[in-house]
């Protein structure tokens, strides 16, 4: 198989390995009997969350690892390949832990049937820990752990790239002309207005008319008021000139009465 053909192999190998530690956290790893002292040689069922609790943060992990795996680039392949190794480690510790040990393994559960705290008082109260096999299953999770992690540092800057495409949005200048930070701020601005001759007591639905003073003329027509003032300069150049002096005018009429 291609390198280019592990990631998917891969990732199944991690949900396995992560699903059983995770699955042997909930199971029962130990058969415990005490003494006839202490309780009449019943079986005490000793669960994995008991004998070794890290494993369900442990098998957590794991799964979220698969997620990260199936969206990160080459470069962050290999820190998360040196992470899933040292995950698979973890889990290979933890159960070895509670299998070369199995009295200390069962102590809380002695604690529990008996009320006797302490290592030594408990561990005379064992009379037997019987493993059963979600131990084995728990360490060869983590053996898948540490695989996977490996088979990632050595294929996984050649897997090839995640079918999703993340793109940016453009997001426009808020300065830009004819932007949409322009636009909103023209209508908010007319919003504005509009309240504002609402609260006078005018209505901005109501255009207000245009003084005929005001309007531009049309291109080409003549001047209105040069064509009112043109015939009463024609009449001022027809009219006979009138008497420079008001006296003057006066003299005729008395003269020709002496």
């Known amino acids: 198989m291609t390198p280019a053909r592990m990631k998917l192999p891969v990732l199944v190998v991690t949900i396995i390995g992560a699903g059983l530690a995770l699955l042997s956290w909930s199971q029962t790893w130990y058969e415990l009997r005490l003494t006839d002292a202490a309780a009449g040689g019943e079986a005490i069922a000793v669960p994995g969350s008991v ?8 098998g957590l992990a794991g799964l979220a690892l698969v997620a990260a795996l199936a969206i990160a680039g080459p470069g962050i392949r290999i820190v998360l390949g040196v992470l899933e190794i040292i995950l698979g480690g973890c889990v290979l510790l933890a159960a070895g832990i509670s299998l070369g040990n199995a009295v200390a393994a069962v102590a809380p559960a002695v604690t529990d049937a008996t009320g006797v705290t302490g290592s030594g008082p408990t561990a005379e109260l064992v009379a037997s820990a019987t493993a059963t096999a ?17 088979a990632v540092l050595v294929t996984g800057t050649r897997w090839p790239a995640s079918s999703r495409r993340y793109r940016g949005a453009r997001l426009a200048d808020a300065d830009e002309p004819g932007s949409a930070g322009d636009r909103e701020r023209a209508a908010s601005d007319r919003a504005i207005d509009d309240w504002d001759e609402l609260s006078r007591g005018d209505d901005p639905t109501d255009e207000e008319p245009v003084a005929a003073s005001d309007a531009p003329d049309a291109p080409g027509a003549p001047d209105a008021r040069e064509d009112a003032a043109a015939p009463a300069a024609a009449a001022a150049e027809d009219a006979p000139d009138a008497p420079a002096d008001g006296r003057a005018a006066g003299e005729g009429p008395t003269e020709r009465s002496r």
Request: proline share 8%; aromatic share 4%.
């Open 51 to 58: 004998a070794s609790p890290a494993l369900a943060a442990l």
């Open 134 to 150: 979600w131990p084995v299953a728990a360490i060869a999770g983590g053996v898948l752990l540490v695989l996977a992690g490996i």
